[in-house]
């Protein structure tokens, strides 16, 4: 069955830096899409970004503004998160997550559990 | 950017009875070429993550019991429980995938 684990969440203060990462298994990683989504506490889905099955392109929400970088090992099965000069605003948990095809033009069909990240002095 | 908005934000439905969501985007989601309509339908119960109910607008997901459909083109959309149970408490996003940046509604809180 198809997994999804994140890790790499945490308290960070304003300003510093954070990778995150998501361990795939269950399907071959390498053949989908992979975005990310995060959730502020108590407020909705927001889509961060999305990269290609073979990391060739990747697409960014605008509030990411250059701060985020997504990017994957298809070797190893893992996507990850860069995530920088971070804000207040970025205290979310954020969500690895599977789209159903090799692009972006696909639904998204498996969710991780996520990890929280807070953001605070 | 494509804007979607759901309605209502939240509801309260009585066993049995059927509930409503609409979601509207700010741009046609249809793709002309195929015939499809690049908008899904999440379920997220407390501590929980999304789960996929309906992919391109109606098609429901092996698995996601038959009172759960999806219907609407172009920009107007709708997710109908047909017969509420008390597991369908949760909320509820749709979500287009036809353009980047993707993008979710709000959501819409769905109580008995």
């Known amino acids: 069955q198809v997994q999804l684990v994140e890790s790499g969440g945490g308290v960070v203060q304003p300003g510093r830096s954070l990778r995150l990462s998501c361990a795939a298994s269950g399907f071959t990683f390498s053949n989908y899409g992979m975005h990310w989504v995060r959730q502020a506490p108590g407020k909705g889905l927001e889509w961060v970004g999305v990269?290609?099955?073979?990391?060739?392109?990747?697409y960014y929400a605008d509030f990411v503004k250059g701060r985020f970088i997504i990017s994957r090992d298809n070797s190893k099965n893992k996507l990850y998160l860069q995530v920088n000069s971070l804000r207040a605003d970025d205290t979310a948990v954020y969500y690895c997550?599977?789209?159903?095809?090799?692009?972006?033009?696909?639904?998204?069909?498996?969710w991780g559990q996520g990890t929280l990240v807070t953001v605070s002095s | 950017d494509i804007v979607m908005t759901q309605s209502p934000d939240s509801l309260a439905v009585s066993l049995g009875e059927r509930a409503t969501i609409n979601c509207k985007s700010s741009?046609?989601?249809?793709?002309?070429?195929?015939?499809?309509?690049?908008l899904a339908w999440y379920q997220q119960k407390p501590g929980q993550p999304p789960k996929l109910l309906i992919c391109w607008a109606s098609t429901r997901e092996s698995g996601v019991p038959d009172r759960f459909s999806g219907s609407g083109s172009g920009t107007d959309f709708t997710l109908t429980i047909s017969s509420l149970q008390a597991e369908d408490v949760a909320l509820y996003y749709c979500?287009?995938?036809?353009?980047?940046?993707?993008?979710f509604g709000q959501g819409t809180k769905l109580e008995i």
């Open positions: 990269l290609w099955y073979d990391g060739t392109n990747k």
């Open positions: 741009q046609n989601v249809l793709n002309s070429s195929n015939n499809k309509n690049y």
């Open positions: 997550a599977k789209s159903r095809v090799r692009g972006v033009a696909g639904p998204i069909d498996y």
């Open positions: 979500h287009q995938y036809y353009s980047t940046p993707h993008s």
